[in-house]
């Protein structure tokens, strides 16, 4: 099944339908997505990361989950297929395709679907609407970078501060210095480094094409990466897809933060769900990069908007102390092609 699930798109599979071989499985998804090609002209995928996903879905054997999630990022210019992260947008769709699958039983007006996150080990609940017994993708919801409006989905998370780090701040500081650049290092769901603009003589403002073209932006924020990596406990990231690389500039919407994201060498054209979680907590420590730049009202839970080029996401952070415990988002997601693709 194809899907677009929040601002990504890609296929939808049972686990039980592909090679339980790893090497395998990845072998036959890259050839499904047309990669390694830029422009995936063979394959499925849409020539670019944000449209060359895919999400493995199976009943779960946990007794709090109904359904497993792994996610893999196929790079479509080289081939690489990860499950070092997870996507958000994506899991925004997996409610919908695990009724659609038969996997979780649809009730009346709204089903909540349980959903372990392989990639992190955590866990998430997704709210999804079922009217009559059947998911309805029509709605009143509008999430910024994807036109129209849509049925919402409510996204609840737990377990995601320092799901793949360990700690919510990994080096156990506010901040840190990477290459004469402070950097805050954060991991609330997605593992991230967020630096300001400034410090690279960016207003934070550009589009997305303007800083990827920018003279030697690229290798220096690489450099930092592959250094905030090893102090993240992520190891060698150099063929990895985390951490996310954040640059920070003050909001001008109203939002806590304005944000462009390197993913980790493409910028986003807008940002990912678990990096905006990432992004909103990393604010909200006082000495962090954001200080000076952030702007949000000391409350729990807190409901905050993380811009980025296309609008704004949607924050709610409920913490206990110095750790967030719930992370909610809104997402939307609709069924595109249920059907059968060609390797």
């Not at 996610?71 to 769709?93: E, K």
């Not at 009730?107 to 998911?135: C, H, I």
């Not at 909200?284 to 200080?291: D, G, P, Q, R």
Request: with cysteine; proline share 6%.
């Amino acid at each position: 099944m194809w899907m677009r699930g929040g601002t990504s798109k890609g296929g939808f599979f049972l686990a039980s339908d592909l090679p339980a071989d790893i090497e395998a499985r990845n072998k036959l998804l890259v050839s499904i997505m047309g990669s390694p090609d830029m422009r995936q002209i063979d394959g499925m995928g849409g020539a670019h990361p944000l449209t060359s996903k895919i999400a493995v879905v199976s009943p779960s054997e946990r007794e709090d989950c109904d359904v497993d999630y792994l996610f893999l990022q196929v790079q479509p210019d080289t081939g690489s297929i990860s499950d070092s992260q997870n996507c958000g947008n994506m899991l925004a769709a997996v409610g919908p395709f695990a009724v659609e699958r038969g996997l979780v039983p649809a009730k009346d007006g709204e089903t909540v679907v349980r959903v372990y996150m392989v990639n992190s080990d955590s866990q998430a609940d997704l709210l999804v609407q079922t009217p009559d017994g059947r998911v309805k993708y029509d709605g009143d919801a509008k999430i910024d970078g994807v036109p129209g409006t849509h049925a919402a989905i409510i996204q609840n998370y737990y377990g995601t501060a320092g799901a793949q780090c360990g700690a919510l701040l990994p080096s156990g500081h506010e901040v840190d210095v990477i290459d004469d650049v402070e950097v805050t290092l954060i991991d609330n769901g997605m593992p991230s480094v967020m630096l300001r603009a400034s410090d690279f003589g960016l207003s934070g403002y550009e589009e997305p094409k303007a800083i990827e073209e920018t003279p030697g932006l690229k290798d220096r924020i690489e450099s930092i990466r592959l250094k905030a990596g090893e102090m993240m406990g992520l190891g060698d990231v150099t063929d990895k897809t985390i951490p996310k690389m954040c640059l920070i500039s003050e909001p001008q919407n109203g939002g806590i933060i304005n944000t462009r994201t390197f993913i980790p060498h493409r910028v986003h054209e807008a940002v990912g769900v678990l990096a905006a979680a990432s992004d909103a907590a990393a604010c909200m420590f006082l000495n962090s990069v954001a200080k000076g730049l952030a702007e949000f009202e000391q409350v729990n839970p807190c409901r905050v908007d993380v811009e980025h080029p296309t609008g704004m996401m949607t924050v709610e952070l409920e913490w206990d102390g110095e750790t967030v415990i719930r992370t909610g988002l809104l997402r939307t997601a609709r069924k595109l092609m249920d059907g059968v693709v060609f390797p």
